[in-house]
């Protein structure tokens, strides 16, 4: 995993203290860092319009003129004069070898967007609006300098972001990145070193992760002599709507659990390889409950709640009062926005609307954290969130193939299952979150076609 940063001015001026570095050399590192992206990815001949704004973020684009100058064609366009110190020595260094400026911007085939970076602390006027609208129209490879322009230091959008197929951002992840809205702004994300030593960054302290492919420990079995019983028994309880339960049935049993029962009342048609019960089994290892249950008595919901087994709360049982009395270190929740603001609002920590919750979704989740550290939450959506006492883990995997029905049910399941093998709560969401992500990922088909049957193979081929 990679860590990430909520802010990374101040690690830099720390940087520059303890290395007796300088801004110049900071920013010369950050260009050079597009630079060679460039540079590798394109050919000599390409049209490339750098666009600069008058903060830092432009000052990084006025060198990045000058460094790609007599290599492409590059034109430069400056939204104003810059306003900073570093700025003005760009300008004159890039005025000294002649770059070319521009008035107009036009089509190029590669478009740098350096007009807002973290600086971003106001609302867009006009004319920025304008621009950023107009280089979003164009049909060029795109390029954002640290970060979209007009997307802000906890990753909203104002009016309008530039739209990157990639932002190189410099020095560190930033947080902003990746919430949900930025994922339709920011494209593939690359650091740009700095020339600060990679120790420094190691040793910083931060609580926030990004999740990496090499992070998915998938539940090999390492023993021979083994039975069934070895890889735990899920009991995945079902209530009005059995399909759900029978989803995440089937992706436990794919995922490596030995045994899964449907806890069920009433007799139901279900596949074969998984067993069906009126009670929950003496051999339990771990426990789903909540995909499809619909309306459940209170005293079996509690009966359920209180075994001290690790268990699954999903879905409709974000709308039950009683959870807030055994959210303990059993439990792992995995709810979509609006479950999770039903939970927010039932313990009492915040009416607010999936909007809202949306624009601050870390906000939210610490304050949850806060109140109930024993408690692992995973927040569904296009950045998923997994959270415990005061370390997240973000998975930025995930795709717009996974929004049907369904398939936040493989994804309970996936992590009951390994909750029922024996993985402590934070690996388990960690590893099933990842295969869920990963397996959308390789299906190759098209976007809009997988199903929670195809999900369920995918990960069987992980
Ligand atoms: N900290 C450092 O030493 C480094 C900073 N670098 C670059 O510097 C950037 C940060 O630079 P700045 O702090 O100058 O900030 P920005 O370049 O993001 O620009 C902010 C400037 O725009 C103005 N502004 C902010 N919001 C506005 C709005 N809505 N409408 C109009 N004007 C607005 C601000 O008053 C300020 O003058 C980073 O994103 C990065 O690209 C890099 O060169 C690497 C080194
Ligand atoms: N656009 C998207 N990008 C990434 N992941 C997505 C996207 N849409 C949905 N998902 C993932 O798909 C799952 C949907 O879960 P959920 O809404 O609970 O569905 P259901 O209850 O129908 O099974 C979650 O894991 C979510 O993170
Ligand atoms: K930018």
């Keep these: 995993m990679k860590k990430i940063f909520d802010e990374v001015r101040s690690l830099d001026k720390k940087a520059i203290e303890n290395y007796f570095l300088s ?25 490339i319009l750098i666009v600069s704004g008058t903060g830092n973020n432009g000052a990084d684009g006025i060198a990045l003129a000058r460094l790609l100058h007599k290599k492409f064609d590059v034109s430069l366009y400056l939204t104003n004069e810059p306003k ?12 000294s070898i002649n770059v070319n400026f521009v008035k107009d911007i036009f089509q190029a085939d590669i478009i740098v967007d350096c007009i ?66 930025a994922k339709d702004y920011v494209g593939k994300i690359k650091v740009a070193k700095l020339g600060i030593e990679d120790e420094f960054f190691q040793s910083t302290l931060t609580n926030k992760y990004l999740l990496e492919k090499s992070d998915l420990v998938l539940p090999y079995r390492n023993i021979e ?46 596949p074969h390889l998984i067993m069906q019960d009126k009670v929950i089994s003496k051999n339990c290892t771990a426990i789903a409950i909540g995909m499809g249950l619909g309306k459940i008595d209170d005293s079996k919901l509690e009966n359920i709640l209180k075994l001290k087994l690790p268990k699954v709360l999903d879905a409709d049982i974000f709308y039950n009062k ?96 390994l909750l029922a093998q024996g993985y402590k709560r934070v690996e388990g969401c960690i590893s099933a979150s990842l295969a869920h992500t990963l397996s959308a990922l390789n299906y190759s088909k098209n976007n809009y076609s997988l199903t929670p049957d195809n999900l369920i193979e995918g990960i069987k081929n992980l």
């Excluded at 029905?405 to 009951?416: E, F, K, R, Y």
Aim: include cysteine; charge should be neutral.
């Design 23 to 47: 801004e110049d050399i900071l920013m010369e590192h950050a260009s050079i860092g597009i630079q060679k992206y460039i540079t590798k990815k394109f050919k000599k001949n390409e049209k």
């Design 84 to 95: 900073t110190e570093i700025g003005k020595l760009q300008l004159k260094r890039a005025k």
């Design 116 to 181: 807002f970076g973290t600086g971003l602390n106001k609302e867009l006027d006009k004319n920025s609006i304008d621009l950023i609208e107009k280089l979003n129209n164009f049909k060029s490879f795109k390029i954002a300098c640290d970060i979209p322009s007009g997307l802000d230091i906890l990753g909203r959008v104002t009016t309008i972001a530039f739209k990157a197929n990639i932002t190189i951002t410099m020095g560190a992840l930033k947080t902003a990145l990746f919430s949900d809205v």
């Design 225 to 270: 002599n083994s039975h069934k019983g070895t890889y735990g028994h899920l009991n995945v309880i079902s209530g009005e709507k059995v399909g759900a339960s029978i989803i995440a049935s089937m992706a436990a049993f794919s995922f490596g659990t030995g045994l899964v029962t449907i806890i069920s009342e009433n007799q139901e048609s279900i």
């Design 322 to 417: 009683l959870i807030l009395e055994y959210l303990n270190e059993y439990v792992v929740l995995t709810p979509h926005p609006k479950e999770f603001i039903s939970l927010l609002k039932l313990a009492n920590i915040t009416d607010i609307s999936i909007e809202e919750l949306q624009n601050n979704r870390f906000k939210y989740v610490k304050e949850f954290c806060n109140k109930y550290p024993d408690v692992v939450l995973l927040l569904k959506g296009s950045n998923v969130i997994i959270a415990q006492d005061d370390n997240i883990y973000i998975n930025s995997f995930g795709n717009s193939s996974l929004s049907k029905g369904g398939s936040g049910d493989v994804l309970s399941g996936l992590i009951a299952s």
